[in-house]
């Protein structure tokens, strides 16, 4: 897996996973407004961009990936912040190991399965090929809020992802359920879901605040499915606090 670390080893750690069909790279406008201090770790996932040549396995599989990357370039426990599908990975790692991960932010993690995914998984075979045409992956784009400076990063990694990673990642999106240890992770978690998502989403955050006691909730206004990428300024800010409450 294709990973790009910051910051000197001892400085707080912080893992961003993205959201399916993106990058590392769309954290960049989040991490342009964070203040210096942090270690920021910052993979592309099997079978995006950089990591395209990797097969995206399972959720369960890439948590354990994951595992391994935090031990190798973290000196200490970290914080996730996980976009969407970087959202349920986050959950998965702070469940199964707090032994590794001591706070974690979820932002728009669908935590309510789909009702008939094979339905929604057949579609999405068909039309896979679309990704890699330029003209659909810019409506996409569109779609997603990506900003015009991150436009190429995108286009390359909508051509590079392939059918079985559509699907397999989709899949594992719209099947996710919390796991039973997120109901006792001892650590500090944020959970984020845009005003303007789709219920389903907002239903799910509300699902994991009140599965996690003491978990904070907070539905952002002037957002849909894109925070870090619609406010990334905001975003930025409200991270730096969250981090800096630490007791």
Same mark, same amino acid.
């Given at each position: 897996?294709?990973?790009?670390?910051?910051?000197?080893?001892?400085?707080?750690?912080? +893992?961003? !996973?993205?959201?399916?069909?993106?990058a590392?790279?769309?954290w960049?406008?989040?991490?342009e407004?964070?203040?210096?201090?942090?270690?920021? @770790?910052?993979?592309?996932?099997?079978?995006?961009?950089?990591?395209s040549? #990797? &097969?995206?396995?399972?959720?369960?599989?890439?948590?354990?990936?994951?595992?391994?990357v935090?031990?190798? #370039?973290?000196? &200490?426990? =970290?914080?996730?912040? $996980?976009?969407s599908?970087? %959202?349920?990975?986050?959950?998965?790692?702070? %469940? *199964?190991?707090?032994?590794? =991960?001591?706070?974690?932010?979820?932002?728009?993690a669908q935590?309510t399965?789909?009702?008939?995914p094979?339905?929604?998984?057949?579609?999405?075979?068909?039309?896979?090929?679309?990704?890699?045409?330029?003209? /659909?992956?810019? !409506?996409?784009?569109?779609? +997603? /809020?990506?900003?015009a400076?991150?436009?190429?990063?995108?286009?390359?990694?909508?051509?590079?992802i392939?059918?079985?990673?559509?699907?397999?990642?989709?899949? #594992?999106?719209?099947?996710?359920?919390?796991?039973?240890a997120?109901?006792?992770f001892? $650590?500090?978690?944020?959970?984020l879901?845009?005003?303007?998502?789709?219920g389903f989403?907002?239903?799910?955050?509300?699902?994991? *605040?009140?599965? +996690?006691?003491?978990?904070? !909730?907070e @539905?952002? $206004?002037?957002?849909?499915?894109?925070i870090?990428?619609? &406010?990334?300024d905001? /975003?930025?800010?409200? +991270?730096?606090?969250?981090?800096?409450?630490?007791?």
């Amino acid at each position: 897996m294709y990973v790009r670390s910051s910051g000197e080893r001892g400085e707080r750690p912080v +893992l961003l !996973l993205h959201g399916g069909g993106v990058a590392g790279w769309m954290w960049e406008p989040t991490t342009e407004h964070l203040p210096a201090g942090l270690r920021l @770790i910052v993979p592309d996932l099997p079978g995006h961009d950089r990591s395209s040549e #990797e &097969r995206y396995v399972s959720h369960d599989h890439v948590a354990t990936e994951l595992a391994a990357v935090i031990e190798r #370039e973290a000196e &200490r426990p =970290v914080a996730v912040v $996980g976009f969407s599908l970087g %959202a349920q990975l986050a959950v998965l790692l702070a %469940a *199964n190991r707090p032994d590794l =991960v001591d706070r974690v932010a979820v932002v728009s993690a669908q935590a309510t399965p789909t009702k008939a995914p094979g339905l929604t998984l057949g579609l999405l075979g068909a039309t896979a090929p679309l990704a890699k045409l330029q003209w /659909f992956a810019k !409506l996409q784009a569109k779609a +997603l /809020f990506i900003p015009a400076p991150l436009m190429d990063d995108y286009l390359r990694t909508s051509a590079r992802i392939s059918r079985e990673t559509l699907v397999t990642t989709v899949g #594992e999106n719209i099947r996710f359920t919390e796991p039973p240890a997120w109901a006792s992770f001892p $650590g500090s978690a944020l959970i984020l879901a845009g005003e303007g998502e789709r219920g389903f989403m907002k239903k799910s955050a509300r699902l994991l *605040n009140e599965s +996690l006691p003491g978990s904070e !909730l907070e @539905i952002v $206004g002037g957002c849909g499915h894109g925070i870090p990428l619609q &406010r990334p300024d905001w /975003f930025a800010q409200r +991270l730096w606090n969250w981090l800096a409450s630490e007791s």
